[in-house]
């Protein structure tokens, strides 16, 4: 299964990719963050195939669609805090679910930290 941590850089995120890492199960796991060199920091922490890091914006609707197609679960770790209040676009559980329904994509499973 293909799993896409959103705010995959963050406290909350590293701890759950680390999780991840350490289940057989999971084939590929997707560090995606907004802090594209925190992403590639917490997927070469975990020392393991099947990690990649990626840039991500969840305001950019078009990228996020690309991002999320193809995944088995998204898992939200997007802070809602930003010191520079630049970006606000915090998602819920329920608003990526709406999403990935708009966007008519296949995703078995979203959960949020």
């Known amino acids: 299964?293909?799993?896409v941590v959103l705010g995959g850089a963050?406290?909350?995120?590293r701890a759950i990719a680390r999780d991840l890492a350490d289940d057989?199960?999971?084939k590929e796991i997707v560090i995606a963050d907004l802090d594209p060199e925190g992403a590639r920091a917490a997927?070469?922490?975990l020392k393991r195939g099947g990690v990649t890091a990626v840039a991500a914006d969840v305001s950019d609707?078009?990228?996020l669609v690309k991002l999320i197609r193809g995944?088995?679960?998204?898992i939200n770790s997007v802070l809602?805090?930003?010191p520079d209040a630049a970006r606000t676009d915090k998602r819920s559980a329920h608003q990526?679910?709406?999403f990935v329904r708009q966007h008519g994509l296949k995703v078995e499973w979203v959960l949020e930290t």
Do not use: S
């Open 1 to 3: 299964m293909r799993i």
């Open 43 to 45: 997927a070469g922490a």
């Open 71 to 74: 995944a088995g679960a998204v």
């Open 10 to 13: 963050g406290i909350i995120g």
């Open 80 to 82: 809602d805090y930003d």
């Open 24 to 26: 057989g199960a999971v």
């Open 96 to 98: 990526i679910i709406d």
């Open 61 to 63: 609707h078009a990228a």
